[in-house]
């Protein structure tokens, strides 16, 4: 069979082209039993021409190929492989400059006390200047001083900050290409071609995923770093939720210590009206029923002092503040309890509590994973390069005498076992059922609890509203009443103790209530994802 007969079977090939042919068929214990005259009889007649080959010692071929000399094969090796690398950089590299801005985004985000949602990313909080100087200064405590103080500080919000920071850096690694694959082959016993003996080979590949594969990985690692960050704002509400819960109970306690005072300071100012009225045939009872009733409020009095020490570590402890002293007490100004409504809040809830919104980026999250499971069906590709360097033919005047076969090898794998991914879309999608119960299940406690924290602010504010309006005043109109009667004479120290003892208990109810109150709003404001004032 003439060799024109065998070309004609293939589709013609540029000298490039055919050069790599060539060089794959002369490979590594490839036959080398063609003639020149098969060479010179090939289709590409038209492009043979006497050319100088290398290490032929400067003779002259006769009608041999158009080929690159070794040192333009490695020139276009090296590109290959600079392509490669240059294209993996790009793709990491773009991902990690994004992640990188947002990281930095979101530590000026939290630096500035964690705003929330707010569009603007301005913060109402006082300046971190101002935070040290209230803590160094002996004024009265001031909470909005003492909730920037515990967003900067508290270590459970740090550290569910750097679970957002180390879920963002995970996506350039899942948005990476995987690492290239460099061979480097050696030929203990060289193996001997027409053109020469190979003596060593180099190899480069790179595996490129199904389309779409890395993208949805890193939209799944994007949804889980969205998700730990609206978890950090719920822990940032519930941060100031305890910091405001133990502020209005430290409040408290100082008007309770305060009111306490001063009905005692009233009772003793009593002892010496008592004794001139035993020196006038009044009778010892009295005296005594009226030291009873001081020794009670002064028990009272010593356990609500030493109430202070656990409410500031209480504080402290929210706050992340070194210190052993107790905290300076609250400022006693007084704000009245605004009116709420019900439906307003439920909506709040829906729409902003960051818990809900975590949980909907689960669902999401979760999708896209059923998106991957199917994807990872598919089959992966490998684009490969290798360079066999080949030493002079042992024929002088061989054709091609030197030169290196550069091969492109493309390979890709077979995902023909299919109840492997089958059972991990059914994985995922199970998943995906979890979160959506989670959040159904979720949903319905939260609304739960913002119904009940409802219903105790709003028997908190019908208390203070009762107190203040009806019973403190006719209280005080009472124990003036009795007084007066008693220093008169026309009544008896029991009923002068039970109309103090009554004020005092509506005293510290209507304190109690407002307490309540401010609490109970503290919650609505955690569970609606906003301030409520």
Known sequence: MSARTVHHGKPPVPPFGRDLARGAFHGPGASTSRSNSEQDASPGLSRVRRAR????????????????????????????????????????????????REITAGEERFAAG????????????????????????????DLDVWVRQGILNNAGLRAAFEKWRAAMERIPQVTALPDPRFTFSYYVEN????????????????????????????????????????????????????????????????????????????LERLEPVVQRRIQGAGG????????????????????????RSPLSERLRAAMNRPGRDPLPWPEAKREDLPTLDKETLFQALERGNPELRALRLAIEREKER??????????????????????????????????????????????????????????????????????????????????????RYDDALRQVRLYELTLLPRARQALEVVETAYRAGRAGIIDLIDSQRTLLAFQLARERAGADGWQAMAALEALSGGDLR
């Open 114 to 141: 964690l705003t929330g949602g707010d569009e603007g990313g301005e913060t109402t909080h006082p300046p971190v200047e101002v935070v040290e100087t209230a803590f160094k200064q002996d004024g009265k405590g």
């Open 191 to 266: 193996v001997e071609t027409r053109t020469g003996p190979q003596e060593t080979a180099f190899g480069l590949s790179q595996t490129f995923p199904f389309f779409g594969k890395l993208e949805t990985r890193g939209d799944i690692q994007a949804k889980e770093a969205e998700r730990l960050w609206a978890l950090l704002e719920n822990q940032r509400l519930q941060v100031v939720e305890e910091i405001k819960n133990a502020y209005y109970e430290y409040a408290y306690l100082a008007l309770a210590v305060r009111i306490t005072e001063e009905n005692l300071a009233l």
């Open 370 to 455: 059923i998106d991957l499971a199917e994807l990872d069906g598919l089959p992966d590709f490998t684009l490969g390069a290798n360079y066999i360097q080949t030493g002079s033919a042992r024929s002088p005047g061989a054709n091609g005498s030197g030169d290196d076969p550069l091969i492109f090898s493309f390979s890709m794998n077979l995902p023909i076992w299919r109840s492997k991914y089958d059972a991990a879309v059914r994985e995922a999608a199970a998943g995906r059922a979890a979160a959506i119960s989670a959040l159904v299940q979720r949903g319905n406690d939260l609304r739960a609890r913002l119904d009940l924290e409802f219903y």
């Open 53 to 100: 080959l290398p290490g032929a010692g400067g003779k002259t071929g006769v009608g041999c190929l158009v080929t690159p000399p070794p040192t333009l094969r490695r020139e276009r090796f090296g590109l290959t492989l600079v392509r490669i690398c240059a294209l993996a950089v790009l793709v990491t590299g773009c991902t990690s400059r994004l992640v990188h």
């Open 284 to 307: 010892q009872d009295e005296l005594l029923r009226l030291q009873v009733e001081i020794g009670k409020i002064e028990n009272d009095l010593d356990t609500l002092r030493k109430y």
